[in-house]
């Protein structure tokens, strides 16, 4: 099945952090009741933007959201100490967003994931910067999987993100991500593979078809998971039309069902 | 560069039934004209569904289309007699409509096709019927080039069709296709990949959805060709958005050309 991580609840956004400000109970649980109805999977949280008050905010965040849904939280930050806070928050294993080969991080991270109950999305970047061809993502991934295991982690526990970089920058930087993607799931059979799958957008118009037409290419790729808004009725729609396709929607069921229900059209 | 056969010039539409019958040169210089202005690089021309008038319809349609379009054309019946006097017709090369592995169209088709000046579609099919894993359809594959090639043809003539069936008959059947033209383009290099890619969704509802996200996915794969209506604007939009993230499409140039004049949106 495909693991949407719904992506809204993030203090970047201007009324998510207003909201956060003010308290704002009713907003952030209205929110996460419609990202949970539309088919987020996990949601996100990122209490990131209000320097000096992320332990608070993510606190109160929490609580708020575990009281709104059922679904498991993706706890978003790169700061060990706020996961670690929040992780005896929580009332079910999270996803943790996110681990990287940058040494920093690496080393911040490694020994708060050591023995955790969790998954974690594991993106695809070291000291040396952006990745330039899609060996040097699948690189990254192999050396992160394995130094996850080294600590514990199970691969089925383990979301390898591939960096998706702009288009705009790049021509290949689409033909890329797919290969990687492709490589990725062939050689570290087991992992999941997912992503922010909107930067490969960024300095283009009408960035909402791209983004839907990528994350398409992505599923043929064996992509198996995507950060993103589940209230995008259209990403949503071409989600499950490319579950649907990609064999893994027995008998058309669930097709048929969002049919029905008028969230997929022509 | 992606190549698209244009579908909508073929007798077993009504429609076009009627302006052949009638003779009506202006509905099929019109329709012809806006496959073009679309962006169909050939046109598919099948004459074949009133008995006994193959010939002479395909005659007449022949004269009225090249009068109105300089592309090439698609010459598409299982009659080596009906093709070699379109063949004789026509101002230059043009793509057959096509060859399988089936006996008697395989011993009719070859012959036809030695030593002519032509591109071909070439159906993944034999006599054992329908293919039911992507291995049948890649071995069909490669007889059909091989015996392509052992008449002169070069790979680059070649456009293979993996044969889609539908997803309500088998939920594999798109993903089978996918993998099929994924193979196919790895393992038989310079050979194009093409298709009628509707049959993907018969028998299920809101069709053109399915139709655009198979045509996403099998691009991933290396598709670069399709069979399809190039009048249809929404089929048109992910095509050139899929050409942008297949990294066939320098500097956005296409993408934000067919933006700029509101050929595509979010």
């Known amino acids: 099945m495909f693991t949407v991580i719904g992506e ?15 308290r704002d109970a009713d907003y952030i649980t209205n929110d996460v009741k419609k990202q949970t ?10 209490a990131g933007a209000r320097i000096g008050c992320e332990a608070d905010d993510m606190k109160w965040l929490l609580d708020v959201i575990q009281g ?20 005896g928050r929580i009332d079910q294993a999270p996803m943790i967003n996110s681990i990287s080969l ?41 050396t992160i999987v394995e130094k996850l295991e080294q600590i514990g982690m199970k ?31 062939q050689d570290l059979k087991g992992v999941h593979t997912t992503g922010g799958l909107s930067n490969i957008s960024y300095g283009l118009p009408q960035r909402k078809i791209i983004n839907r037409c990528f994350l398409l290419m992505m599923m043929a790729g064996g992509l198996d998971s995507a950060i993103l808004d589940p209230m995008d009725n ?15 929607d027995s008998f058309c069921m669930n097709f048929l069902k969002s049919v029905r229900a008028g969230e997929i059209r022509s």
């Open 68 to 87: 709104a849904t059922d679904l498991p939280l993706c706890l978003d930050s790169p700061d060990p100490k706020i996961l670690e806070i929040a992780y």
């Open 8 to 22: 809204r609840i993030n203090t970047t956004l201007e009324k998510v952090k207003e909201a956060v400000e003010k």
């Open 234 to 248: 259209k990403i949503m729609a071409v989600l499950k039309t490319g579950e649907l396709i990609a064999g893994n």
């Open 37 to 46: 109805a539309c088919g987020a999977t996990y949601i996100d949280v990122n």
């Open 155 to 185: 691969r089925e526990d383990i979301f390898v993100d591939p960096l998706i970089q702009p288009i705009s920058v790049d021509a290949n930087n689409g033909a890329m991500a797919v290969e990687a993607v492709k490589t990725i799931m």
């Open 102 to 142: 940058e040494t920093d991080r690496l080393n911040a991270m490694l020994p708060f994931l050591k023995g955790k109950d969790c998954k974690v999305i594991a993106l695809c970047m070291d000291d040396s910067g952006l990745p330039k061809h899609s060996d040097d993502i699948v690189n990254c991934a192999k």
